[in-house]
Structures are given as structure tokens and as C-alpha cells.
């Protein structure tokens, strides 16, 4: 595929034209980033932003004494990087590839110049800013507000999709990764999940996990139910 083609075919860049998506693909590069290795760290210049073509990124900040909050996983065609282009400063988070990534990098200067030339541009970022921004400031609920058990049941009924009773999650995190995200340890993490299964909320298996309540989860996130 060609990459004014591959461009077009990525949700945040659906609707723009053919002649804006060439623009785009003027300036995108594509670059490859294998498992482990780093896109940026918290407090680099942000030279540009990053979409995912295949693979999965973590956003985390670490504490100075080496404790690691995850804020996002991403996957394929999700941007990252973004919010520090659009303030023209430096990245608030680090990220980093969780396997084989693929991505598509535009530098900050000759993105910004497009913006300028063409402002529409830019209108299909803002929502997508205003929807991080707002599991943001859910995640900054949960870790303040709920205990570890409403933090995962309100985790696990994210992850589903559609109204069923029953759903299986696949797992493509790893138990350490889902403890930092929720902000606890693995250890805690492992706990919860062995109640939540002896109370038939759950059923887990060794890469995913089977809702069998959501009602029953939905009350956990709630701080309607206590665990026994």
C-alpha cells in the first residue's frame, strides 16, 4: 500500500481529502521499533507524533523511586505523542513498544506548518484529545477514589464488548502491565482475581478472563458490593 493510501485508511485521517492526506504523506516516515525499546522518555522534546501500524505501545510515567503507572496501552492505528506536538513542548509520559511496532512518525516542525496552511487538519486530533482526555480523567478517578477491586471490575467492563451477558476478554497484557495500569502490584492483582472467581463474577483462564456477572462487577465498580 501506498502511503497516501495508508494514510487514508487510518481512522484519525478518515474524512480528510485525497489531496490532505498526500500532504501527509509528504511528511510521514515510517519506522520500526522492536519489543522493549523506547519511543521517548518523560521530559524529551517532543520532535513529533507517532500512529501505531501494528503492535502495542505503553504510555507510563515512573516514580522516583522506580514505581511505573501506566496511563495507556495502544493499539494498531491509535496515535501517541500528539498533545505534546500540539503544545510545541515536551512529552509528559514515556512510551514504549510492548511487541514488534511498526509506526507512522510526523515531525513536529512540518506538521505544524500544515496545520497553519490548512487548519481543518487538525479538527480530527481535537476529538480525539477530548476522548483520551476523558479516560484520563477516569483513570485519575478510579486510582483516587476506588479500591483496587472496583478499579479492576470497572477495568474489565471497559474491555467488553456489547450487551452480552458473558464475555471473554482476551489477555494481550501481562499480569505486571494490568497491575501498573490499575495502579497496585501483581501480587494484589492475582488476590482479586482468585475472589472475584470464587464469588462467580469471573472466570479466568490463562489468557483471558469470561465475565459471568456484569451485574455483579457492575456493583463492585460501583462501590455497591464489597468482595467476601
Same mark, same amino acid.
Given at each position: 500500500?501506498?502511503?497516501?493510501?495508508?494514510? /487514508?485508511?487510518?481512522?484519525?485521517?478518515?474524512?480528510?481529502?485525497?489531496?490532505?492526506?498526500?500532504?501527509?504523506?509528504?511528511?510521514?516516515?515510517?519506522?520500526?521499533?522492536?519489543?522493549?525499546?523506547?519511543?521517548?522518555?518523560?521530559?524529551?522534546? /517532543?520532535?513529533?507524533?507517532?500512529?501505531?501500524?501494528?503492535?502495542?505501545?505503553?504510555?507510563?510515567?515512573?516514580s522516583p523511586d522506580g514505581k511505573e503507572q501506566i496511563f495507556h496501552?495502544?493499539?494498531?492505528?491509535?496515535?501517541?505523542?500528539?498533545? /505534546?506536538?500540539?503544545?510545541?513542548?515536551?512529552?509528559?509520559a514515556s512510551a514504549q513498544a510492548l511487541a514488534e511496532t511498526p509506526?507512522?512518525?510526523?515531525?513536529?516542525?512540518?506538521?505544524?506548518?500544515?496545520?497553519?496552511?490548512?487548519?481543518?487538519?487538525?479538527?480530527?486530533?481535537?476529538?480525539?484529545?477530548?476522548?483520551?482526555?476523558?479516560?484520563?480523567?477516569?483513570?485519575?478517578?478510579?486510582?483516587?477514589?476506588?479500591?483496587?477491586?472496583?478499579?479492576?471490575?470497572?477495568?474489565?467492563?471497559?474491555?467488553?464488548?456489547?450487551?452480552?451477558?458473558?464475555?471473554?476478554?482476551?489477555?494481550?497484557?501481562?499480569?505486571?502491565?494490568?497491575?501498573?495500569?490499575?495502579?497496585?502490584?501483581?501480587?494484589?492483582?492475582?488476590?482479586?482475581?482468585?475472589?472475584?472467581?470464587?464469588?462467580?463474577?469471573?472466570?479466568?483462564?490463562?489468557?483471558?478472563?469470561?465475565?459471568?456477572?456484569?451485574?455483579?462487577?457492575?456493583?463492585?465498580?460501583?462501590?455497591?458490593?464489597?468482595?467476601?
Open positions: 500500500m501506498d502511503m497516501t493510501s495508508l494514510i /487514508a485508511s487510518i481512522p484519525l485521517f478518515q474524512g480528510l481529502s485525497p489531496g490532505q492526506c498526500a500532504q501527509l504523506a509528504a511528511i510521514a516516515v515510517r519506522k520500526y521499533h522492536s519489543k522493549g525499546q523506547t519511543f521517548f522518555l518523560e521530559g524529551d522534546e /517532543a520532535e513529533g507524533f507517532y500512529i501505531i501500524l501494528a503492535g502495542r505501545v505503553k504510555i507510563f510515567k515512573l496501552i495502544l493499539e494498531e492505528h491509535e496515535p501517541f505523542g500528539e498533545a /505534546a506536538v500540539f503544545a510545541g513542548s515536551h512529552y509528559p509506526v507512522l512518525f510526523f515531525p513536529t516542525r512540518k506538521f505544524v506548518d500544515l496545520i497553519r496552511r490548512d487548519p481543518t487538519l487538525a479538527l480530527a486530533m481535537l476529538a480525539l484529545l477530548s476522548m483520551r482526555l476523558r479516560k484520563l480523567t477516569a483513570l485519575v478517578e478510579n486510582l483516587s477514589l476506588k479500591e483496587v477491586p472496583g478499579r479492576l471490575a470497572a477495568y474489565l467492563l471497559v474491555q467488553c464488548d456489547g450487551n452480552s451477558p458473558l464475555a471473554t476478554i482476551s489477555l494481550d497484557v501481562s499480569k505486571n502491565q494490568m497491575a501498573a495500569l490499575l495502579g497496585t502490584i501483581p501480587e494484589t492483582l492475582s488476590r482479586i482475581l482468585k475472589r472475584m472467581s470464587d464469588e462467580k463474577l469471573i472466570k479466568t483462564g490463562p489468557r483471558s478472563i469470561t465475565i459471568l456477572d456484569k451485574r455483579g462487577l457492575a456493583d463492585l465498580a460501583e462501590g455497591n458490593r464489597k468482595l467476601g
